[in-house]
């Protein structure tokens, strides 16, 4: 790579950990993340390797006091992602970021802890261990030279990095002033997606969360959703939807002059045009498909991967069962692709 990167000797990190080396802005090597970014810095410091361009990147950051929930819920969501291929980015920090790098790890995958101290100093000192495995499964970032302490005010600038090394953020657990919120910040402006995991209203650690999902982050209620944003696979979700989109179009094509209010901005189907239909007159004259599923419908909404797993049914079947009960009254859709029974 001649003068792409050098590696100093001088910048010597632990005993057989790999050198530090030094990547600066404009060279091959600078992440294409980037390159188009305002306020990056000129140069990175790195133990072992940057995030890849073209693999999926997703930072997990929250609270460094957690709970039992939030370890839970941190280390599965860097272990599930990690097991579908996502890089995850995070700040080694106590609790959340920790907990979620090592979940990656573990699962075989890459995970890169950006530092607000130089590389070549291990902070927190008790998570040495997980410093040592990210530093040869994945890599160790800093844009301050080694030698840098952990001075409080470098952990904000370093935020920035997290967000901006990585194509979504996902908090898990935050108060409602703290630093993972402004990670967020930093998130947005750069133009990543934000996802925060719910947690019990009242709950303080959840705060930031909720506060966040109030203000339309996505809700990250499984690693599903992460992977379908990242388009790493078709999820059940996002097969249903596609379905739906499906079903939208047979309709307007089958009632020539239908306006375009068969489908809201939401892209919630509505059903005005039903009475056109031949429709089932009762429960007796239902297709199977809408037979299997009507049983699994009640006040509560429900999604396709809900009847999915309750019914075996697959996620074609699943939608044409669904769209004949609403057209039909027996079902209501109430938005993303949940629906209820109506009676």
Known sequence: MGGEHKENKNLAPEAGLPPVRIIRKG?????????????????????????RDDVPSAAIVGSRLCSAYGHTQADAFGRVLAEHGVQIVSGMALGIDGYA?????????????VLGSGVDICYPRSNRKLYRDLAVQGGLISEFPPGTQPYSYNFPQRNRLISALSDIVLVVEARKKSGSLITVDFALDQGRTVFALPGRVGDALSDGCNYLIAQGAGIAWSPEALLEELAVKETMASYARRARAEHAKLLKDALPGLDASLTGKDGVLHYKQAELFKLPDSEADLSENAKLLLPHLSADPKGAEELNAETGLEPARIMDGLIELALSGYAEELGRGRFVRTK
Do not use: C, H
């Open 27 to 51: 060279t091959a090597e600078w992440p294409a993340r980037l390159k188009d970014l305002a306020g990056m810095p000129e140069e990175l410091y790195v133990i072992g390797e940057l995030p």
């Open 101 to 113: 790098q090592r979940g990656a790890l573990t699962a075989g995958g890459k995970s890169f802890a």
